[in-house]
């Protein structure tokens, strides 16, 4: 092969190789995504059936009941509620009137089947998510309500 | 008085690193020798009045003094010595300070090593790491202050997040900091080269050992954060894939490039501009991990309370600092040059791959680190529905795993293939053995455990022909040296260090291979409900439940449980797991209890109390995971001893050899000939 030949089959070589690993890695993201909605987002019936998901809100008070190893409790945006449900042992951080992330599918039994509960490092701490799930109820709310302060 | 002797000391630093980054750079350029000469003495005054604000801050936590606010949110008079020292970098403020005080320790270790380095080009590189503690000490100064005093004094303080107390803790922070600052040498002495618009071998044998020692800092603390997830954070994982451990990981991914591409610099004169532009992205990934930590952008399990606005502070340093060096790049690198030429069958070729791969990998990680952040980007400038997303672990993991099979393979080939032309068929005979060995290893080791799978074989293989291939390699150069005359053991040890370490490392990483391979292949978990006397089986061991006991620690209370381990009739022993409850933070704490062992960890942790005293328990079977971290203390082990080369230290000497002369007025081509000469 001619020294030019050589460099167009690198180039083209690389170009395949690098479409072909873009595709490959796009692929996987997409099928690995996991939308994050709000306990209203599930009321409204936004959320999807069965496709993997995270569900943030508070532990609501006084709902956390367990059987065995299986926990249920309600998460809250003060404004809407889903029941959760998981088997298995609760992060350290997991308290009643705290902030949460469960990751898991929404049955049609109507209550989200957490397959993981995420834990925090810091008890001040609350994922983004779910300040920002909690604030965006407190606005839908308080525009309805009252006038907003 | 002493936090604001610590304040006043980092003001000072400051301007210290002003005249740093400024006059020795000016003065190359003015051709002022008296401007250049400023360099060695800035760095040492720098690390000087950053230490001083350090130990400043070290003392207000060991005197418990709750006037300054940082120590009365991260410390309690009850905490024990050890961690209120370590409580020092147990949150931002200092944690910022720590970063600060490493990066000019190593300015000033630059300074003392850096004697054979041309005046000029210490001045440019000590030039550099000035500015960059410029935006550092900027940063700390304007928006996080450790030495703020809290008015009027608390009582006492908040205590440190109960998570931190550990030893892990305690040293995992500085040795990760000291990886991700490390990597600025490299990045300073790229920077360099551009402004210099040289680089040449001798350049490369200069931040070869550089890049190395930050490596090495990297790999131990990276391995120790792992392992303290395991046995700290109480669920048995070492590896998440969260935001912050990858924030680490992609600098030492394109730390372990570098190196390799260093290593053709050096050895070939090759990959020149690529070299320097790896050099580049190790540090800006530091410096982005930094922003990814402290800004709060990514929902991560590290995430602590943070602040936009030093958000915004450190990604307008990120930009200036990596679009600056872009820039220089897109201008100088032409300049650099590419470097010589090989044939498409050559050590050259082998580590042009392997960096391809790394880079792969590398642009997995980042791609699943970034995306959730690329998507908000998108919602908040109304391109796109609102939407808040996160990558699955199974993202991570099988396309993780796609570019490190092929990089596996080639780290068995590629130390036996010569530099820019390498013999196939003398390659085949020599790894055919090995080869073959380990395919039947890898297809006989499964069944022996019982149980089959392809991911297993796989790993198997991968780590036992790495194995393999290592011990023939340094097998069959000691044999030479032995036929030579010499003793197996002057042998071993007369083998240069470069390459030993080199082996030494790739053994490390088989072991961790195989390690992971193993504990995913047979790992058994099982989440429990028991009673006191109930028990459970698990691989060989039966574990009795008897019971839970209350104790107190210094600043907790805790509920211990007794687990009996019993093996084949007889008591193994007792392991103990906590469930703590520390009294300020009234903050629950999981404290795993783990037998460790070569071959198998056993791993309980406690859950919650359930009804009719039953406790929620969780027992682990972990084959082989302390490989895991064995692998990385190779790594680390090799990293060191490639950088304790003796050609480095001789190369050292010639150039300072050839400085002096210079200084002697003799002429310098003579001398060049000399050395040349004597090379």
Redesign the interface.
């Known amino acids: 092969m001619k020294p030019r030949h ?1 460099r167009l089959a690198f180039i083209v070589g690389g170009l395949v190789a690098i479409a072909i ?1 873009a595709t ?2 796009l692929k ?2 997409e ?6 909605f709000s306990p209203s987002d599930i009321v409204a019936n936004k959320a999807p059936v069965d496709h ?1 998901m ?1 569900l943030g809100g508070l532990v609501k008070k006084g709902t956390v009941k ?1 059987e ?2 299986t926990v249920r409790f309600d998460v809250t945006d003060n404004a809407e509620t889903v029941s959760v449900s998981y ?7 997991f308290q009643e009137g705290q902030g949460v ?1 469960a ?1 898991g599918r929404m049955r049609s039994d109507g209550v989200f089947h957490a397959e993981e509960v ?12 779910v300040a ?1 799930a909690l604030e965006k109820a407190e606005q839908a709310n308080s525009s309805v309500a009252q006038p907003a302060l | 008085m002493i936090p604001e002797i610590g304040h006043f000391a980092l003001i000072t630093a400051l301007s210290v690193a002003l005249l740093l980054g400024i006059l020795p750079i000016a003065g190359t350029v003015l051709r002022i020798p008296a401007w250049v000469a400023v360099a060695r003495p800035a760095a040492y005054a720098l690390f000087l009045f950053v230490a001083t604000a350090f130990g400043c801050l070290v003392y207000a936590f060991v005197q418990n003094d709750f006037s300054v606010l940082y120590v009365a949110l991260h410390s309690n008079s009850a905490l024990p010595i050890q961690y209120r020292v370590a409580a020092v970098w147990g949150g931002h403020e200092g944690s910022l300070l720590l970063w600060i005080l490493m990066l000019s320790g190593w300015a000033t270790a630059v300074a003392l090593f850096s004697r054979h380095l041309s005046p000029a080009m210490a001045a440019r590189v000590l030039g550099v790491m000035g500015l960059i503690c410029v935006g550092f000490l900027l940063f700390i100064l304007f928006t996080s202050n450790p030495f703020e005093r809290l008015f009027p004094a608390a009582v006492d303080g908040r205590d440190l997040n109960p998570l931190l107390q550990d030893f892990g803790l305690v040293i995992h922070p500085p040795m990760l900091y000291m990886g991700y600052v490390g990597f600025s040498v490299a990045f300073a002495f790229a920077i360099a080269a551009l402004i210099g618009g040289k680089l040449d071998a001798a350049w490369a044998r200069w931040s070869r050992p550089w890049t190395t020692v930050a490596w090495v800092f990297l790999t131990i603390g990276i391995g120790l954060g792992s392992w303290w997830a395991y046995y700290e954070l109480g669920w048995g994982g070492w590896w998440f894939w969260d935001p912050v451990e990858n924030a680490s990981f992609m600098p030492w991914l394109a730390g372990t490039a570098l190196i390799h591409s260093l290593a053709v610099t050096e050895k070939r004169g090759g990959f020149r501009s690529w070299t320097v532009l790896l050099a580049i992205l190790a540090f800006s990934l530091s410096l982005l991990g930094t922003f990814l930590v402290r800004s709060g952008v990514l929902t991560s399990v590290h995430a602590f309370a943070t602040d936009p606005e030093r958000g915004l502070f450190i990604l307008i340093f990120l930009g200036v600092v990596i679009g600056g060096a872009l820039l220089l790049y897109a201008w100088r690198a032409p300049r650099v040059g590419l470097g010589g030429g090989f044939n498409a069958f050559s050590r050259e070729t082998m580590l042009l791959i392997n960096n391809v791969l790394l880079v792969v990998a590398l642009g997995v990680v980042l791609l699943g680190t970034l995306f959730p952040l690329v998507v908000d980007a998108f919602v908040a400038l109304n391109i796109i529905e609102p939407a808040k997303i996160s990558v699955g672990e199974p993202y991570f993991n099988s396309m993780f795993l796609l570019p490190m099979i092929p990089l596996l393979l080639l780290m068995s080939i590629g130390p036996y293939v010569r530099w820019k032309q390498g013999n196939a068929g003398e390659l085949i005979k020599q790894l055919r053995t090995s080869f073959i060995i380990s395919i039947v290893l890898a297809v006989a080791l499964p069944f022996l455990m019982g149980e089959i799978s392809l991911m297993v074989s796989v790993g198997l293989f991968l780590a036992a022909w790495l194995m393999l291939s290592i011990l023939q390699g340094v097998g069959s150069r000691i044999a030479q040296e032995i036929k030579r005359g010499k003793s197996a053991i002057t042998a071993l040890l007369g083998l240069p260090n470069g390459y030993l370490g080199m082996q030494v490392a790739h053994f490390g990483l088989a072991v961790i291979v195989a390690g992971i391979t193993l504990v995913k292949g047979y790992e058994v978990e099982q989440d429990v409900r028991m009673e006191v006397g109930d028990t459970l089986t698990m691989s060989g061991y039966t574990f009795r439940f008897d019971g839970v006991m209350s104790t107190t620690g210094p600043n907790y209370r805790a509920n211990r449980g007794m687990i009996q381990v019993i093996k084949d009739g007889k008591d193994l022993m007792v392991l103990e797991p906590e469930k703590r409850i520390y009294n300020v933070q009234s903050m629950p704490m999981t404290e795993a209890a783990i037998d460790y062992g070569f071959t198998r960890d056993l791993y309980i942790s406690l859950g919650d109390p359930l009804s009719g005293g039953a406790w929620s328990v969780r027992v682990y079977y972990k084959p082989f995971i302390g490989w895991l971290w064995g692998g990385c203390g190779f790594l680390a082990i090799g990293g060191f001893l490639a950088m304790s080369d003796r050609r480095y230290r001789i190369a050292a000497r010639k150039q300072q050899a050839r400085m002096a002369s210079i200084a002697d007025g003799r002429a310098v081509v003579d001398n060049n000939i000399a050395t040349e000469a004597s090379s």
Not at chain 1, 87 to 93: E, S
């Open positions: 050589k690993a490959l890695v996987a993201l099928g690995n995504l996991a939308y994050f993997t995270r367990r065995g190893l088997t298995g042992i609760l992060p350290d951080l992330v990751q995420l834990a925090k490092h810091d008890e001040t701490y609350m994922p983004p998510e920002a």
